[in-house]
């Protein structure tokens, strides 16, 4: 996406901006020669995630823009007040806002402590609110007045609820908030609009969660930056209310090569799927029709320890060398247990119990899912994305799974 200078002299408003998607989002404006107002709470280095307001205001003004770092709390009433009223007095007012901030824990029901829950809440659904509501009275006066909301589409199918409902609920609001804001501001000429990744993102946050590997199944945060300067190029009154994606976004635009978006170009065509998309009916209705088989019939064919059987005999030194992965499995449900599956020392092994050396991977599932995801039924990105596959270790290690499995498909 070229730089057209049609954001030049404008104010964005950015929360979240000291670093990941936020400051991808400044630094594509400031080469307009935009004003950032980068709103976050960072102002001393992070251990593990670099980047502060003020090292992200430094490349803004290298970049071509003009910045200002403020120290906001989006929960925080007044910094979100005192911030905007500091953006207006320099910059003379507001023309875009991005709520980008925000906060996840995958947590189930049950697993999700309130203060955690309270945070999300009040971080992504109040905190968008909020930074909106303060920021409106100077976008209706702006003759290019957009919000930009990092949000998802409002997808109500139970399987973007179930696993996380805390979460999701909370990104959902920041949705709604478009939903409503959209309708309400359309005469008042003021663009509302959801952005959202079709594919993880990779940033320093995930890094830290997943492993450097994780860049294998991500895109830059280019493709966000991007999209979004795509969007916030548009005559507000062309464009509101919509719940974009990134990829779509850049179509419209002309951009048709995609694959320069990928951290690694060579798997760009195994990229992980983001949270609240739809999946295909077909892999939809085979995860169903699995969550239908009853448990008897799981339990006398005991599917979990001949499965390992079938595998075992498919172990090579070809596969081993390819795969370089020890993976645990925690199986839960009518055939719980642990096993191990070892494609990277000597010539493999696999069998019940806990590997011998430290697994690179660790996944936890029910025993109905775990066969299906062997079997073909069930596609391992889309059981991780639902919250029927539980990873912990080196994610892309985890990925290595379904391409093997891929393989062993037609042999099991």
Not at 7 to 16: E, H, K, M, N, Y
Not at 190 to 208: D, S
Request: aromatic share 6%.
């Amino acid at each position: 996406m070229i730089n057209t200078g049609k954001l030049a002299g404008r104010t964005l408003f950015i929360t979240g901006a000291s670093r990941g998607i936020g400051k991808a989002i400044a630094l594509k404006a400031a080469r307009d020669g935009a004003n950032i107002v980068v709103a976050a709470k960072t102002t001393t280095p992070h251990p593990k995630l670099p980047g502060t307001i003020y090292t992200a205001a430094e490349e803004i003004e290298k970049a071509g823009g003009r910045a200002h770092p403020c120290v906001v709390d989006v929960r925080d009433e007044q910094q979100v007040r005192s911030a905007v009223e500091e953006a207006v007095a320099l910059f003379g007012g507001i023309d875009i806002l991005i709520n980008n901030a925000s906060a996840i824990s995958l947590t189930n029901t049950l697993d999700t402590d309130m203060k955690r829950y309270d945070l999300m809440h009040q971080i992504n659904t109040r905190g968008t609110f909020l930074v909106s509501k303060e920021c409106l009275p100077y976008l209706k006066k702006s003759n290019h007045a957009h919000i930009l909301n990092i949000s998802p589409p409002l997808n109500l199918n139970p399987i973007w609820f179930a696993p996380h409902v805390a979460y999701t609920m909370a990104k959902y609001g920041m949705s709604m908030c478009v939903l409503g804001m959209a309708e309400e501001f359309r005469s008042a000429k003021v663009a509302v609009n959801a952005l959202w990744p079709r594919t993880a993102i990779h940033t320093a946050a995930i890094e830290m969660l997943s492993g450097p590997d994780s860049s294998n199944v991500s895109r830059k945060v280019d493709i966000m930056a991007d999209a979004a300067y795509a969007v916030l190029v548009r005559e507000p009154t062309q464009c509101t209310g919509r719940f974009l994606i990134d990829d779509e976004v850049l179509t419209e635009s002309g951009i048709t090569d995609l694959k320069q978006y990928a951290c690694n170009p060579e798997y760009a065509d195994k990229l992980m799927p983001d949270f609240f998309l739809d999946i295909p009916e077909s892999e939809l209705n085979a995860i169903k029709e699995g969550m239908q088989q009853t448990k008897a019939a799981r339990v006398a064919a005991g599917q979990i320890p001949a499965l390992f059987v079938k595998i075992e005999t498919l172990i090579s030194p070809e596969l081993v060398q390819k795969t370089q992965a020890v993976f645990q499995f925690n199986i839960e449900g009518e055939e719980k247990g642990t096993w191990h599956l070892d494609l990277k020392n000597g010539s493999g092994s696999c069998g019940n119990g806990e590997p011998k050396v430290a697994p690179d991977a660790t996944l936890t599932m029910k025993a109905n899912n775990f066969h299906d995801m062997f079997s073909g039924k069930l596609k391992a990105a889309n059981a991780f994305m639902t919250g029927k596959l539980k990873i912990s270790g080196d994610l892309s290690k985890a990925m290595k799974l379904e391409k093997l499995m891929s393989s062993l498909k037609s042999k099991l």
